[in-house]
């Protein structure tokens, strides 16, 4: 690790986490040194990396998306770690899961980061700077700024809102909730920020054929690509409509041809637009913690196998759709089918789960954004090019050179039927669709199915969860954040 990194995380890992224990130690860091640290481009460039290894490091967004995952129809989950969730209404409160405040407390650790670096770069003089890269860099600051409230609020509702660094006394640890609108109103100027003065290519980083690190950094078209989650969420088709046509319609990220080049190694695919890029380190970095779980304790639904059409005969006949293929296979150590789609061919050797990418946004997300809107907003003149577009998406089932790693089936996967209007010449028989066929492209990634199960049928998501009431679909808030934070109030479905 380089020196000058490893000194930054220690100083802000010492004193910005506002989660932190009430009194600290004043002797265990340099005020001075905190000061004097932002003095040049160079540092303003490793102090972004550090937020950005604190946004992705195994306890903060990775964990997170387990929590998200556990929640939906596509996971089966009456035992193991988080099998919690899967029963709401007997929670009870965080203390009773293990690790439960992690991604909490971690995804605030990056908020601590990133105010400090918001406060301190400005001060940095603009001729340290080459072309427009402070505006840059701060513009990546508010990306991440606004992401991590993003997930935080849809994970627990109403959050704290801190938008400045905290270093006093024990009074600084007392913040109340803000309301969900609220921190959603702040993740909208955050992104608009970002989308406002980010490149559509952070060309600053080298495009290497293995990593290709640009896509592993902010940009103004995945900034663009919240914000049309965003618009889904409040209905506002207009927005979300005109925001996913200006990224498809960008350039930089066409559809993949092969799907299974998403995730195949080295990954980076041409429809990445925001992609956690990990290697190998000990322990469950970065997507390690989800592939690990995936199969264990995490098992897949019954409900997902009747979505695939899948092989006449698991793991004899030849497959039908790419998409189950090659996510489902075996596991190394349970009976249960494991789910491969973030598990490389090379298994949970040689760091395998650690290296693998996870990836946020892609294009096929936009598209599945940009038919919704339209057929929400007029199903009649809308309906063929949606038909169409799920079509394109049906195609790309059929990959006649797949070679399954997991089982010894015929070479290839013979795709699935293409819809006719018949099928779809309503607009319930369409959103039924477009919603199943979103489902089946995007299982298993990001929270994708958790978010949209709150915004298309809340009733069904507290079905699935056994939840009581609409607060019961927050988590509930850390038991000892709840301590250090004399102003925080719990969420009322676990008081």
């Known amino acids: 690790m380089n020196k000058m990194y490893k000194y930054l995380l220690i100083i802000l890992t010492l004193t910005l986490s506002y989660q932190c224990e009430k009194i600290l130690d004043q002797d265990a860091y340099s005020s001075i040194e905190m000061e004097v640290f932002y003095d040049s481009q160079s540092a303003a460039e490793v102090g972004i990396t550090g937020c950005y290894n604190r946004f992705f490091n195994e306890g903060s967004y990775p964990q997170l998306i387990c929590y998200f995952q556990a929640s939906t129809d596509d996971?089966?989950?009456?035992?193991?770690?988080?099998?919690?969730?899967?029963?709401?209404?007997n929670l009870g409160s965080s203390s009773s899961i293990p690790g439960f405040s992690t991604p909490w407390a971690s995804l605030y650790t990056t908020v601590a980061n990133v105010n400090f670096f918001l406060e301190k770069v400005p001060e940095i003089p603009n001729e340290k700077f080459t072309d427009n890269r402070k505006k840059e860099l701060l513009a990546e600051g508010h990306f991440l700024r606004g992401i991590c409230y993003y997930y935080l609020a849809m994970a627990w509702?109403?959050?704290?809102?801190?938008?400045?660094?905290?270093?006093?006394?024990?009074?600084?640890?007392?913040?109340?909730?803000?309301?969900?609108?609220?921190?959603?109103?702040?993740?909208?100027?955050?992104?608009?920020?970002?989308?406002?003065?980010?490149?559509?290519?952070m060309s600053n980083y080298a495009d290497d054929a293995v990593t290709n690190l640009r896509k592993g950094r902010a940009s103004k078209w995945?900034?663009?690509?919240?914000?049309?989650?965003?618009?889904?969420?409040?209905?506002d088709w207009a927005t979300a409509l005109a925001l996913s046509d200006e990224i498809i319609n960008s350039g930089p990220y066409p559809l993949a041809t092969s799907w299974r080049s998403i995730f195949e190694e080295p990954m980076n695919s041409s429809e990445s637009i925001f992609e956690q890029q990990n290697d190998y380190s000990p322990g469950f970095f970065g997507s390690g913690i989800f592939g690990w779980f995936m199969g264990f304790d995490f098992e897949i639904a019954e409900e997902v196998y009747e979505l695939f059409d899948t092989a006449d005969t698991l793991m004899v006949s030849q497959g039908k759709d790419i998409r189950w293929e090659f996510m489902y296979g075996d596991h190394p150590w349970s009976a249960n089918a494991a789910i491969r789609k973030h598990v490389p061919p090379r298994g949970y050797d040689l760091g395998g789960i650690e290296q693998l990418n996870f990836v946020l946004i892609r294009t096929t997300e936009l598209y599945f954004n940009k038919y919704e809107s339209l057929i929400e907003q007029n199903f009649e003149s809308n309906k063929q090019s949606a038909l169409d577009f799920l079509n394109i998406i049906r195609a790309r089932a059929e990959d006649?050179?797949?070679?399954?790693?997991?089982?010894?089936?015929?070479?290839?996967?013979?795709?699935?039927?293409?819809?006719?209007?018949?099928?779809?010449?309503?607009?319930?028989?369409?959103?039924k669709a477009i919603?199943?066929?979103?489902?089946?492209?995007?299982?298993?990634?990001?929270?994708?199915?958790?978010?949209?199960?709150?915004?298309?049928?809340?009733?069904?998501?507290?079905?699935?969860?056994?939840?009581?009431?609409?607060?019961?679909?927050?988590?509930?808030?850390?038991?000892?954040?709840?301590?250090?934070?004399?102003?925080?109030?719990?969420?009322?479905?676990?008081?």
């Open 75 to 89: 996971i089966k989950q009456p035992t193991g770690w988080l099998f919690q969730l899967k029963d709401r209404t």
């Open 157 to 201: 509702g109403d959050v704290p809102l801190v938008l400045e660094l905290k270093t006093g006394g024990p009074e600084d640890n007392s913040i109340a909730k803000s309301s969900q609108a609220e921190v959603l109103a702040q993740v909208k100027a955050e992104l608009t920020i970002a989308a406002n003065d980010l490149p559509a290519i």
């Open 222 to 235: 995945a900034a663009k690509a919240y914000l049309a989650r965003l618009a889904l969420m409040e209905e």
């Open 400 to 431: 006649m050179t797949f070679e399954n790693p997991w089982w010894s089936v015929p070479v290839g996967t013979i795709g699935i039927p293409a819809l006719i209007m018949s099928d779809v010449d309503t607009k319930e028989k369409m959103i």
């Open 435 to 495: 919603r199943d066929e979103k489902r089946r492209e995007m299982v298993y990634e990001d929270g994708i199915r958790w978010l949209d199960l709150l915004r298309w049928d809340k009733e069904y998501a507290k079905q699935i969860t056994n939840s009581a009431t609409d607060y019961h679909l927050f988590l509930p808030i850390p038991a000892d954040e709840l301590l250090r934070n004399e102003a925080l109030v719990q969420n009322p479905a676990y008081q």
